[in-house]
């Protein structure tokens, strides 16, 4: 019985974890590699669009409002 050469392995297993899994999110295409999980730089720039114009929100508690009138202003720098 001859040992598995363990170059074949670890190649193996980094084509496995390259290898592009489900579908793009945005269109659901086939991801690519250089842009996963999108397909497409188009693709990951809708993404980010949607993020930084607020249309997607991680749900969360409103923190509270801790200012009081017994907490000093913070100094103000010239800038």
């Given at each position: 019985?001859?040992?598995?050469?363990?170059?074949?392995?670890?190649?193996?297993?980094?084509?496995?974890a390259?290898?592009?899994?489900?579908?793009?999110?945005?269109?659901?295409?086939?991801?690519?590699?250089?842009?996963?999980?999108?397909?497409?730089?188009?693709?990951?720039?809708?993404?980010?669009?949607?993020?930084?114009?607020?249309?997607?929100?991680?749900?969360?508690?409103?923190?509270?409002d801790?200012?009081?009138?017994?907490?000093?202003?913070?100094?103000?720098?010239?800038?």
């Amino acid at each position: 019985m001859t040992k598995p050469d363990k170059t074949t392995d670890d190649a193996t297993a980094r084509d496995k974890a390259e290898a592009p899994t489900g579908s793009c999110p945005i269109c659901k295409r086939a991801p690519e590699a250089a842009y996963r999980p999108f397909c497409s730089k188009r693709c990951a720039n809708v993404d980010l669009s949607r993020w930084l114009s607020g249309n997607y929100v991680i749900p969360g508690d409103e923190p509270a409002d801790t200012w009081d009138e017994d907490t000093p202003t913070p100094p103000q720098y010239e800038h």
